[in-house]
């Protein structure tokens, strides 16, 4: 069965600082692998995703993340965080055919001036 | 162009009732998810509905059950409350059989006293 762990509850990071946050998902097959986003009060909002192709994904507000097969990871980066992207933050893993998303427990983000 | 919109917003229940939460997808879009979001469950699948039959269920009761009209939007129905049904209640919506993005709605927060 596929499943998403991250591993991450909660992350804390000065505003401008890096950041990465970490992803590992369970499929027999290739993937189908995305990031959401959630601020407060909020619905989901996609960030990117990966079907196939470069393993090196660009999504929106500056954001990027990397398809690791061997480590079956797919972790998402910022080079430089803004104190808008406090929110909280999922993985997804899509399951080919069926349209279902599996969701990861979601990792908290705050950002501190 | 409109997104996906759910309500009520919000809600307060108290043990045995009954609720129903509306849905209407994006324009276009034949597919609509549902899922439940507890505190510190993260996201979990109840339902999948396109072109008016269910696809596809989560692993939850039988109380919760649903169904997608002719025009797409959905209904989710949840018999005898029970406590820990509190929970945002989330809607997605997307183009049928395109394994990929879901559009959520901003959810309908279900309180069960």
């Known amino acids: 069965a596929q499943s998403v762990t991250q591993p991450d509850i909660h992350i804390t990071v000065s505003e401008g600082a890096s950041l990465e946050l970490r992803c590992n998902y369970s499929y027999g097959a290739t993937p189908y692998l995305f990031w959401y986003v959630q601020s407060p009060g909020q619905g989901l909002q996609l960030l990117l995703k990966?079907?196939?192709?470069?393993?090196l994904v660009q999504g929106i507000k500056g954001f990027e993340a990397e398809f690791k097969r061997s480590q079956s990871s797919f972790n998402l980066r910022k080079p430089s965080v803004h104190w808008s992207d406090a929110a909280e933050y999922f993985c997804?893993?899509?399951?080919?055919?069926?349209?279902?998303?599996?969701f990861g427990t979601g990792t908290r983000l705050q950002v501190f001036p | 162009e409109a997104g996906v919109t759910q309500s009520p917003t919000h809600l307060i229940k108290t043990r045995g009732q009954q609720v129903t939460l509306r849905c209407s997808p994006i324009s276009g879009h034949t597919s609509v998810y549902w899922y439940q979001q507890a505190l510190g469950l993260g996201l979990q699948f109840l339902l999948w509905y396109d072109e008016g039959e269910e696809r596809n269920r989560g692993n939850f009761p039988p109380r919760f059950s649903g169904r997608q009209f002719p025009n797409y939007s959905s209904e989710l129905n949840v018999n005898a409350l029970e406590l820990e049904d509190s929970a945002l209640y989330l809607c997605a919506s997307s183009w049928g059989t395109v394994t990929g993005e879901l559009f959520f709605g901003e959810g309908s927060r279900l309180t069960v006293l």
């Open positions: 997804a893993v899509g399951a080919q055919g069926t349209d279902k998303l599996i």
């Open positions: 990966y079907f196939s192709g470069d393993t």
